[in-house]
């Protein structure tokens, strides 16, 4: 996942110098849901 959001990261900060444009808003999305859903599992593991 944090290849992606770099990549995500690297694609909209270069839009229209290096790169075409950045990713669609719902990958925004998906990408910072999975990645709160992930802290809040490790947060609340009850094992």
Same mark, same amino acid.
């Given at each position: ?11 909209? +900060?270069?839009?229209?110098? !290096? %790169? ?6 719902? +990958?925004?999305?998906?990408? !910072? %849901? ?14």
């Amino acid at each position: 996942m944090f290849c992606f959001l770099a990549v995500a990261l690297f694609n909209t +900060f270069n839009a229209g110098t !290096i %790169v075409d444009g950045g990713p669609p808003p719902p +990958f925004w999305i998906v990408l !910072i %849901v999975n990645h709160l859903l992930c802290i809040y599992g490790l947060v609340n593991n009850k094992n």
